[in-house]
C-alpha cells in the first residue's frame, strides 16, 4: 500500500510555494514547520500544549523510540499515535541522523549501519529495509529513507560515495515500502534523501539517481550539519530550482528564522529542527521584535509587558517578562515548558503567516518584515543538531 | 487594618469541621489543602494549570521570595498575586522554617533570626516585624508570624525556652499586624503558631501564652519534623481538643493522605506540605488505589489504563499508564508536571471529599474507605520537608 500524490500547490509567490499535504491523519498547510517531538513527546510539553499551539504536523524520532519504549510496546499500543495521544500526521526520520552522530559507536557497511546503543551499549543494525519497519510499527505518515549523512565539510570523492550508497538505499526501501503492508490500516508516504555535501554538481548526481523512480515527496539532506550559511543557501537554492515541482521539499534540521523564511523563497515546503525548543529550554526566545534572552536581568521589571505583544500563545497570554525572567532566574522546570510553548507558536505563526503571504504574492515583502528585527546577528546561529 | 472573623463551621462530624474561611481573594471550603507555590509558581506548574486544579488557596514562602525576586520587584509588582497570576487566597509562611533548616548558617537572638542565604552567604535579619513586613510586600491574604522551629526531639527544657521565644515574637508580631497599613488595599490575617515539641504540657503552654490576644486564626507549628507519626497524631489530637473551636486551625507541613485525614478527624482545617508535589517529580504517585510508583517497568504495557480510574485531572484524562511510565523511565520534564497535576488533584479531591463527608456526617467511613488501599505502608514515610 503505498501512498502518492499526496501534495497539491495552490499558489506561488517568486519561488515561495503555498500547498496542502493530504495526509493519512489529517491535512498540513504548507509551507509547515515540524516540532520536535523525539521520544513520544515534544520536550516539556503535553498532548494538549501541542494541539493548542496549531500543530499540524509533528516529527518523531525513530532512533530513540526504537531504543526506548522499544518497538513492541508502540506496535502493541497502535503505533505513535496513540501511543502519545496525538491524533494529527506524523513524519518519523529513519534514524540514520542520530546513527551517524553516534561516531565511534557506529560502522558503515553496504548491508546497513551497525551502531551500539547510546545508552546501554548493546549492538544494534539499521538497514534500508529494517528502518522502514521500524517506521512501520511506529506508523508515522510520512517515512523517511535510511541515508549515510556525511560530515559537512568532507571532500568530493567521500561525498560522491556516500550519495550513491544512499541511493542504492534508497532503492532498497522503496522495495521494502512497496513490498510490506502498514500495520494499523493507514498508508504511509516515503520520501528518499537528496545528499552531496557543499557541491552542487553531486547534488545533481544525488537527485538523477534518486528520482528514476517515483516518490511521493522528497527531503534535501545533509545540511545544517556544520557547512557554513552561504554554503547551506546555495545548495539549498540549486536543489530548490532542480526539484520536480510536483513533491513536497523538505530540508531536514533546518533552522533559524532566517533560514526558514530563504528556504521557503527558494521552494521549501517542510522543516523541522529542535532549535525553537532546544533554546526554549536554554532561555533564549524568538519574538516578533527578534531574539529575547530570557534570563536578562533587564527584564526583571518588565511588568504587564507580554514577551512578545503579536503572540497569541499561552505563555504570552499568562505571563509578563518580569515572572517569565523570575522563572527562568530560578531555574523552575516550568519556564521551559512556557518558553517552549512561545518558541513553537512563534515558529508556527512564521510559516502560518508566510502561507499567507504566499497565497496573496507578497511573499519577499513578509519575509523582509519578518527578519528585520533579526538583523545579522544570527547569521552564525550556531544550530548543530546533537543526538 | 486588621482581618479577624473569617472563619464559619457549617457542620461537624465527630470531631472533623466542614467551614469557609472568608479571605479577601475569596472563599475557601474547609478543610483545605494548599498546594505549595515556593518561589512565585508551583513547581513544574502554570498559573492555569493551578486553576484548572481547583486550588482554593496557595501557600508562598517568604524566605525564596525575600531573596528572589526580592521584596523591591515583589512591591512593584503589586504583590505576589500578580505577579504570579493567581487570582485567589494565598497564604505565607514566615520564613522561620526555612532559616532554622539553615542549621549552622543562622544565629538565634532576642530581637530575632540572623542568617546567610543559602544562595550567595549575604547577611539577613528576619524579626517578628520584618517578616509581617515581607509579608505585607507580598501581599498574602493570611500571614504567619516569626516563630522559632526546634527539631522534632529537642528535651523539655529547650522547648519551653523556645516556645516562650516564639510566644513573645507573637506578640510583637501582632503589634506589627495591628499598627501597620497593607500596601495593596485589603486587609491581610495573621496566625500565631502553637510551639511545644511532643510534650503536651509545653503544648498547652504555648496555647495559654498565645490565645491571650484574639487572632483570626491559629497555626500548629513544630511537627512533621523528625518525631514519631505516634507523637505526631497525639500532639494533634492534644491541640484539637483545646484551640478554640471559632478559629480555623492550620497543620503546617502535614502531611501524607493518611495524615491529613486523621488529622481532619481530629478537628484541623487547613493543611499544606510538598509531598505532593515533590513526591511527583520523583514518580511516586497517589491514587484512589493507593501508592503508585510510575517508573515500574509493569506499567510498560497498561494501554488505555488511566493512573486513577477516579480521577478528573489533565494526566488522568489525557494518558495512560503505558505511556506515563515511558515519560518518566525517559525523564521528560513533562513527566514530573502530568505527576504533580495529579498528586495535587488527589490531595484536593481528598478534602473536598472529606468536607462533602463532614456535611453529611459520614467522615469517620469517608475516611476509612480513602485510606484502605493506603495500608500500613505508609505509616512510616519520609516527609521531611526541606529547604
Redesign the interface.
Known amino acids: 500500500m503505498e501512498l502518492s500524490g499526496i501534495f497539491t500547490c495552490h499558489a506561488t509567490s517568486g519561488r515561495a510555494r503555498a500547498g496542502t499535504l493530504q495526509l493519512p491523519h489529517g491535512q498540513v498547510p504548507t509551507p509547515i514547520f515540524m516540532p520536535v517531538g523525539t521520544?513520544?513527546?515534544v520536550?516539556?510539553?503535553?498532548?494538549?500544549d501541542v494541539e493548542e499551539l496549531g500543530t499540524r504536523i509533528l516529527l518523531g524520532n525513530s532512533y530513540h523510540l526504537y531504543l526506548?519504549?522499544g518497538l513492541d510496546?508502540l506496535r502493541?499500543?497502535?503505533g505513535l499515535h496513540?501511543?502519545?495521544?496525538w491524533p494529527g500526521p506524523i513524519l518519523t526520520d529513519s534514524g540514520g541522523f542520530q546513527v551517524f552522530s553516534l561516531g565511534d559507536l557506529r560502522k558503515l557497511k553496504e548491508e546497513g549501519a551497525e551502531f551500539r546503543s547510546h545508552l546501554d551499549g548493546s549492538r544494534h543494525l539499521f538497514t534500508p529495509e529494517s528502518v522502514v519497519d521500524i517506521q512501520r510499527a511506529l506508523g508515522s505518515d510520512i517515512m523517511m529513507q535510511l541515508d549515510e549523512c556525511p560530515p559537512g565539510q568532507c571532500d568530493e570523492a567521500y561525498a560522491l560515495q556516500s550519495l550513491e550508497l544512499s541511493a542504492r538505499w534508497a532503492r532498497r526501501a522503496r522495495e521494502a515500502w512497496l513490498g510490506g503492508t502498514p500495520l494499523y490500516g493507514h498508508a504511509q508516504a516515503l520520501f528518499p534523501i537528496v545528499q552531496g555535501g557543499t557541491h552542487l554538481a553531486l547534488r545533481e548526481r544525488s537527485m538523477e539517481l534518486l528520482l528514476r523512480d517515483p516518490w511521493p515527496g522528497v527531503a534535501i539532506g545533509g545540511l545544517s550539519v556544520g557547512e557554513s550559511k552561504a554554503d547551506m543557501r546555495r545548495v539549498t537554492d540549486h536543489c530548490g530550482r532542480l526539484l520536480p515541482t510536483d513533491l513536497p521539499r523538505y530540508l531536514m534540521g533546518v533552522g533559524t528564522p532566517e533560514d526558514i523564511l530563504e528556504s521557503i523563497a527558494m521552494g521549501v515546503d517542510m522543516f523541522d529542527c529542535v532549535l525553537p525548543t532546544r533554546n526554549a529550554r536554554k532561555g533564549t526566545l524568538f519574538t516578533s521584535e527578534g531574539r529575547y534572552n530570557a534570563r536578562g536581568a533587564r527584564h526583571?521589571?518588565s511588568?504587564n509587558q507580554p514577551l512578545d505583544p503579536e503572540c497569541d500563545c499561552?505563555t504570552c497570554r499568562?505571563?509578563d517578562r518580569?515572572?517569565l525572567r523570575?522563572?527562568y532566574?530560578?531555574e523552575?522546570?516550568?519556564a521551559?515548558?512556557?518558553g517552549t510553548i512561545h518558541n513553537l507558536r512563534y515558529f508556527l505563526r512564521l510559516v502560518f503567516g508566510a502561507r499567507q503571504a504566499i497565497l496573496e504574492d507578497r511573499y519577499a515583502e513578509y519575509m523582509e518584515k519578518c527578519l528585520a528585527p533579526y538583523g545579522a546577528a544570527s547569521a552564525n546561529e550556531a544550530q548543530a543538531p546533537a543526538l
Open positions: 521520544r513520544a513527546s520536550k516539556t510539553l503535553d498532548a494538549r526506548r519504549p510496546i502493541e499500543a497502535g496513540p501511543f502519545m495521544r526583571a521589571r511588568f499561552l499568562t505571563y518580569a515572572h523570575h522563572l532566574h530560578v523552575e522546570f516550568s521551559m515548558r512556557l
